[in-house]
């Protein structure tokens, strides 16, 4: 399995989307990806679906499905857009709808989403290009949750995370300092 190359001294070279080549490195096995990858709480699916207009969701970086499969166990439809073509043969094989694009590249063809998810994935998807697909993607009053096993964001994506937090009242409790699963990120459409 890939390992993440020792971290560089300067932060601005640090960000995860400039090293897709980490990410990509995943579906050299996917099924071994598939086993040892922790899944989340059911109490965070639930809280994602109920804070939503509907049911139709989107899983950006769906790998080899194991968010997908949670949502879609709950009754919604969802399609999944992963980049690695051996990743998404996993997912596939496992029910799932699964597109291969790079959520940044990807062209919702006048689909619309009532949540977009990522489960340990949005660090490796470039910022900007990646929030402009989702915001053509969501519906009005669709929801994005970004979410991780374990993550340490950048100072200012901690800060603006926090920010998205206070503003909108999860009930859970938000932990700057260690983004995890039980500190689930919502945002909404205006992005």
């Not at 971290?7 to 086993?35: K, L, M, N, W």
């Not at 639930?46 to 499969?69: C, E, F, N």
């Not at 340490?152 to 699963?181: C, I, M, S």
């Amino acid at each position: 399995m890939t390992t993440l190359p020792p971290e560089p001294a300067d932060s601005a070279i640090r960000q995860s989307h400039t090293q897709r080549q980490v990410a990509e490195g995943f579906g050299d096995d996917a099924e071994r990806y598939d086993r040892a990858r922790p899944s989340y709480p059911a109490e965070l699916v639930d809280r994602i679906i109920a804070a939503s207009p509907g049911r139709d969701v989107l899983d950006m970086g769906a790998g080899t499905g194991i968010v997908a499969r949670l949502f879609a166990a709950r009754d919604c439809r969802v399609l999944g857009v992963e980049p690695d073509p051996r990743m998404a043969e996993t997912a596939r094989r496992r029910g799932l709808d699964i597109e291969v694009a790079k959520i940044e590249d990807w062209d919702p063809a006048g689909r619309q989403f009532d949540a977009a998810v990522a489960g340990q994935a949005w660090h490796w998807v470039e910022p900007v290009a990646g929030a402009s697909t989702v915001a053509k993607a969501l519906r009005p009053g669709g929801r994005i949750a970004l979410f991780w096993n374990v993550y340490q964001p950048e100072d200012k994506a901690r800060e603006a995370f926090g920010k998205v937090h206070a503003r909108v009242d999860t009930g859970l409790p938000f932990n700057p300092e260690a983004v995890t699963a039980a500190s689930i990120v919502e945002g909404y459409h205006q992005m």
